[in-house]
Structure formats: structure tokens, C-alpha cells
């Protein structure tokens, strides 16, 4: 059983837990990780603790994939715009602590120059975070924006916003300097030239997820053919649903190809819509996003973020336009806010890892437990706390 474990990498062996695998969730089953991977997944006697190397037992706990948040501008009191590269592993080492192996910093439009350092910051950490101690991993960036519909800005700085004609209008937006780093782009398809944008930016490799948008159906379906397969946090900052004119959300709803991402705060969307958008979308094509700003994990007041005030108040957001300005809830909230309404456990690890992580175009090597993948995971106890959190086989929190 041990052949292929290599004498020179730590080995840990959790045991007692339940485990979200892909196919559902497993009583008796034991993790093996060898260095930042999971070497095994082992059942009956091979579960118990005679490999060389720990054990971590972890009765009465749920070990999920790692949570992967593709929406977040920072918490902790640090916003992404602004942040340096410790800031963002100031940032990480929050998020960990939240169930969180894995984010996407997001950034909201600004002048180049803003943007340019906002990148360098991000693109510091990832060339750095293996050395760094143990926290949720950043796997590129997320421009919300620049080129959105002014008409949906939501708490978006509309004279930032941008229309396309050729490609050094992309010039704006700085690339991560690291192997590998994702890009993903929220962008409206009906702004001038944005099919050819889309097509532009799904070229280049980019993800491309349409949001901030009153798109109608026939400028959508060209999007989605010109490379487009996502959607920002569904239902906000688009046009609603209407029966005569079914836009972007009643287009998001019947499209199997495309997946949608929501705030499953409760906030943003009414629990009773998070069900419908599960009902029609299924686990399998929602991914839960926090769309989280700095005042996150600080509690109520009043803060100055985006040139901006915005106010926190019971745990809603609300900039001096009214709007609802990104949240104060963490992927851990949302899983709650989920589970809360029905979702099983497995569709739960669906909707904040593997589909984030197929995204993302990384789901080969995280998103799910199996063998071979990245030993990212969290470990809940049944009141829904992080008792544990691993990324690449090191602890990045516990609470014994
Ligand atoms: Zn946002």
C-alpha cells in the first residue's frame, strides 16, 4: 500500500471524519497526505493509523474541498485596490481561517495606474506564497469591470468605465506575472464592441464572465458563442427577469453551458431566490462567492473605501448612492446560508469548490478529494465552525 510514498515526504493521515468526495459524502474513510497532496484515499482497515508519519483525528467532523472564492476585494480591513502584497497575505491568512484555500483578488474599475499597482501587489504574492506561512492561496485576478454597463454600475466607479474598439484598450488591464496565474474578467457584452472583446479576451486565455449587463438574449447568446461562460453574481447588478423581455437572468437560468455565480448572503438575493437559482442551475453549475470588501471580519461602522463612504450596518453594505456595495460575509457564511436552506453537503462542496475551481481551469489539480489532487481542504464541526484548515498539505488554521 505504501510503495509509491516517497521515505522523504511528510506523511499525515486524517482519520474519523466524514469526507465530501466527489461522488457524495463517506463515513470511514481516511485521508492520506503525502507533502501537499492527497497520496490516498483509504476505506475500512487501511484507514486506520498504521502508516508511518501523524494522524489527526478529526471524529465528529465534515472535511470538505477547500473553498474557493473567485469574487473578493479584500477583508480584514485591507482592500485589494490598495493593497500590497502583505496586505494580501494579511488578506490569505483571514480567509483561511474562513475555510478558504484558494481566492481570486478582485478589482474594481480605477486609473492604470491603480490597476497596475493593484497587479503587482497580486502578482508579489503568488511568486511568493509558497514561502510564505501557510494561508489561502491566490490563483490570479478578477477585473470587475472596467468595461460595464453604466446603467447596472451597482457601487462601481462609472467614470472608469470603458467602451472597446481595439485591443490597447486592454492595455489597462495589467496581466499577473506568474505561470499559470487565471484571469478572469466580469464584463456587459452590449457595451460598444463587446462581442469583439469577448472574443478578444477568450483568446487570450481570459475567463469570461458577463455581469454589470442589461444585455438582451440574442446579444447574450452571442457572447456565450463568442467565448463567454459565466455569470457574476447572478441576479445582481443585471436587468431582473422579466416574462417579456427574459434578459440576463432569465437567459442564465435555462443555459446548462453556462455557470453563474451568487452571494449567497441572503442579503444580495433573498433565500428564497438562492433556492430557485439551485433548483434551475443546479450545484453543479453555481458557484458561491463572497464579493467581499475590507470591512470584512471588522464588524459595523463606517468606512472609506473606493472614494467613497460606505456604511456596514446589521451586516449590509450601503455606499452614500444607496447601493448595496459588495458584502461583509465570508464563503463559510455562504456555505451556512446554503446548507441552511437544504443543500446537501456535497452540493455545497459543488457550489464553493469544484465548480469554481472548473472555472478557473485548475479543477485538475484542486476543487475535489482525490488522490493526486491538492491536499486543500476544511474541515467543519456540525455547528458549521472551520475546526481546520489545510492548503497544499499545510495548516493554515486550527482550533484543537
Ligand atoms: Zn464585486
Known amino acids: 500500500m505504501t510503495d509509491h510514498i516517497s ?131 491566490a490563483l490570479g485576478i478578477h477585473y470587475e469591470g472596467p468595461f460595464v454597463n453604466v446603467a447596472q454600475c451597482g457601487a462601481l466607479r462609472t467614470p472608469y468605465f470603458r467602451t472597446y474598439s481595439n485591443s490597447s484598450d486592454l492595455d489597462t488591464l495589467t496581466k499577473i506575472a506568474h505561470e499559470g496565474a487565471a484571469h478572469m474578467i466580469t464584463l456587459a457584452p452590449e457595451i460598444d464592441g463587446g462581442i469583439e472583446l469577448v472574443r478578444e479576451l477568450a483568446a487570450r486565455g481570459w475567463v469570461v464572465s458577463i455581469g454589470h449587463t442589461r444585455a438582451d438574449v440574442e446579444t447574450l447568446d452571442r457572447a456565450a458563442a463568442a467565448g463567454a461562460r459565466h455569470m457574476t453574481h447572478f441576479m445582481n447588478a443585471m436587468l431582473p427577469l422579466n416574462h417579456r423581455a427574459p434578459g440576463p437572468v432569465g437567459w442564465g437560468l435555462v443555459r446548462d453551458d453556462v455557470t453563474c455565480d451568487v452571494i449567497a448572503d441572503g442579503v444580495h438575493s433573498d433565500p428564497l431566490i438562492l433556492k430557485l437559482i439551485l433548483r434551475c442551475k443546479t450545484a453543479e453549475r453555481i458557484a458561491l462567492i463572497s464579493d467581499s470588501i475590507a470591512p470584512t471580519g471588522l464588524g459595523d461602522g463606517e468606512y472609506h473605501i473606493w472614494d467613497e463612504k460606505i456604511a456596514v450596518v446589521n451586516g449590509r453594505t450601503q455606499n452614500e448612492r444607496g447601493s448595496i456595495a459588495g458584502s461583509v460575509v465570508t464563503m463559510l457564511d455562504c456555505v451556512r446560508m446554503m446548507l441552511s436552506l437544504g443543500a446537501s453537503a456535497h452540493d455545497v462542496a459543488r457550489m464553493a469548490a469544484s465548480t469554481p475551481a472548473r472555472l478557473l481551469g485548475v479543477d485538475d489539480s484542486c476543487g475535489s478529494i482525490e488522490e493526486g489532487k491538492r491536499a486543500d481542504l476544511v474541515a467543519l464541526d456540525d455547528e458549521g465552525r472551520v475546526r481546520l484548515t489545510m492548503v497544499g498539505g499545510r495548516m493554515a488554521f486550527r482550533v484543537e
Open 7 to 137: 521515505k522523504n515526504q511528510s506523511l499525515l493521515l486524517l482519520r474519523g471524519a466524514r469526507v465530501v468526495l466527489p461522488q457524495g459524502i463517506e463515513q470511514d474513510v481516511a485521508l492520506l497526505v503525502e507533502g501537499n497532496r492527497i497520496a490516498r484515499v483509504l476505506r475500512g482497515a487501511d484507514a486506520s493509523p498504521t502508516h508511518a508519519g501523524a494522524t489527526l483525528d478529526l471524529v465528529g467532523l465534515t472535511i470538505f474541498p477547500g473553498f474557493i472564492d473567485v469574487h473578493n476585494h479584500g477583508a480584514a480591513g485591507i482592500d485589494t485596490m490598495e493593497a500590497s502584497a502583505d496586505d494580501l497575505h494579511h488578506v490569505s491568512t483571514f480567509l483561511a481561517s474562513c475555510g478558504v484555500t484558494a481566492w481570486l483578488p478582485t478589482l474594481v474599475p480605477g486609473a492604470d495606474e491603480d490597476y497596475s499597482r493593484a497587479a503587482q501587489a497580486v502578482t508579489g504574492l503568488m511568486n511568493e506564497q509558497d514561502e510564505r506561512p501557510a494561508a489561502a492561496r
